[in-house]
């Protein structure tokens, strides 16, 4: 392709961003928000959604791959010129996987916060105990370093980094009131596996006795509420429920916080694989079992003052999660508007860190 029609195909590529980004209103500051939003994962649309309602007063653009930034700062469409801030929003993305995002944004000269952010493995792609030395220099450029949990500061404590717990981003959605609870009782239920992992392989060996205890609780009157956060989660719940005996049970995939609320509101207890799922669980006061397949888990049950109710996959004792499953069916009904609220303690905190952070005048 010659330089004239490698231009002619960038701006054609690009065009739909510059007409975007064209039409954000002057009148108001301008915000890039850094995140994985927009690819059919409930948890991150909702923290997506979440910063929108923490900066009401600012237009909130997606900050896209690096070299497309880069390509609109010849526009100013990008970078200082354009943005009042950069943010790392929610997720766990102070790992590798997002260190070229950050070079462009620093590169771009806007003001840069992080909003919630994890810290280490973001997920099943990745495993605990990643590499972040690389990302001291890099947040010694943050104005403010704000985390999900005790994890991630003490990981950020450790290459000598200073941040504060604000807690997880979906938190700014916390519901006012508990919904009423259902009866018959029901329990909510998501399962996720690896990419390309048999359902059956080694590695889920915890899903027998997760099946066995979810068959007890049939036994005794409950009704399963089964729900993917994302397509993925679809193939790995269905099987679930065929082994429990439930295989003509569909498993919605939610597409926004509002569905998920609604179909798990009335819920006892949630008992989940996926981080979001717990999350946005304790966003109606519903006491959620976290099946913690990286630290990520841990690190928002420790943020909220639950870690009894965290189980680590990787090093789970026989019985431990029937044992922490019928604890918490006990105890679920008197834990809801505690849960509820230490969720909204840590929004309140969420909800001052933007304040002071985006106000006009800071």
């Given at each position: ?47 997506f959604r979440a910063a929108s309602q923490l900066l009401p007063g600012h237009s909130l653009a997606t900050f896209q791959l690096p070299q497309r930034e880069r390509y609109l700062r010849n526009f100013g469409l990008s970078g200082g010129r354009f943005f009042d801030a950069v943010i790392l929003g929610g997720g766990t993305l102070i790992n590798p996987l997002w260190m070229d995002f950050i070079r462009e944004a620093i590169d771009g000269g806007a003001p840069l916060y992080t909003l919630g ?246």
């Open positions: 392709m010659s330089f004239i029609g490698h231009q002619v195909h960038q701006f054609r590529w690009n065009l739909p961003l510059i007409q975007e980004r064209t039409a954000l209103p002057r009148s108001r500051p301008r915000a890039a928000y850094i995140g994985w939003h927009g690819n059919g994962n409930l948890g991150d649309d909702a923290m952010t994890g810290v280490g493995s973001c997920g099943f792609e990745q495993p605990d105990g990643i590499e972040i030395k690389g990302w001291k220099e890099m947040l010694s450029r943050f104005k403010r370093v704000g985390v999900r949990g005790p994890r991630s500061r003490q990981s950020l404590q450790e290459i000598g980094v200073q941040s504060e717990i604000i807690g997880d981003l979906a938190l700014t959605l916390t519901q006012e009131t508990v919904p009423e609870r259902s009866d018959p009782p029901r329990l909510a239920l998501n399962i996720a596996l690896a990419e390309g992992t048999d359902y059956d392989a080694p590695e889920n060996a915890f899903l027998q006795e997760a099946e066995a205890v979810t068959r007890d609780f049939i036994s005794r009157g409950w009704e399963v509420v089964p729900f993917a956060m994302t397509p993925a989660d679809v193939a790995p719940v269905t099987r679930f429920l065929k082994e429990i005996g439930r295989p003509d049970q569909t498993t919605p995939v939610l597409s926004s916080a509002e569905q998920f609320f609604a179909l798990v509101g009335p819920c006892v207890f949630t008992m989940a694989v996926r981080l979001h799922g717990a999350i946005l669980s304790t966003c109606v006061g519903v006491p959620p079992l976290m099946l913690g397949y990286r630290d990520k888990c841990l690190d928002f049950m420790e943020s909220i003052g639950m870690p009894e109710w965290h189980v680590g996959l990787s090093e789970a004792q026989p019985g431990e999660i029937t044992d922490r499953a019928q604890a918490l069916a006990q105890i679920a009904p008197r834990l809801r508007h505690e849960t509820l609220g230490r969720a909204k303690t840590l929004q309140k905190r969420i909800k001052a860190y933007a304040a002071e952070s985006f106000a006009p005048s800071s």
